[in-house]
């Protein structure tokens, strides 16, 4: 077992907590939000996200097909709308930012389509799920069957 950061450190999960507080008072739609949580799991390999993020997504309404297709968003023609392909397409660079940084295609595409706020909002929730993401793992949070 590795350290329990939430008993061992419990006002650094607080802060993360305040975070997640702020993104739920945001504007960020809900599915949004569960697609950005997703994609960045997906890519950090965090099972413990993934499966909590799948099942609230679907809370939401989200479909399975979709779902299923989050990480072959590109491939997947018009089931995403040009909203959520920017915020997938942000999502991977951010997450992945030590390989390319965020490059000014991406970025423009996501500020075409979302105002300043709605776009401060969606790198935040971006990186505070890359905090989660890296805890977890880290961590070895199991996943909860």
Known sequence: M???IQQTEPEA???VYELEKYLSQ?????????LIKLRASQLNGCGFCINLHVNEARQHGETD????????????GELF???EKALLAL????????????????????AALFDEQYLAQVIMAIATINVWNRVAITTHLPVIV
């Open 65 to 76: 097909q979709r779902l299923h297709l989050v990480a072959v968003w590109r491939e997947a």
């Open 2 to 4: 590795r350290v329990n």
């Open 91 to 110: 999502t991977e660079e951010v997450t992945l930012i030590h390989q390319h940084h965020v490059s000014d295609v991406t970025y423009d595409a996501a």
């Open 13 to 15: 999960f607080k802060a």
């Open 26 to 34: 945001s504007r960020l739609t809900p599915i949004h939000a569960e």
């Open 81 to 83: 709308t040009p909203e």
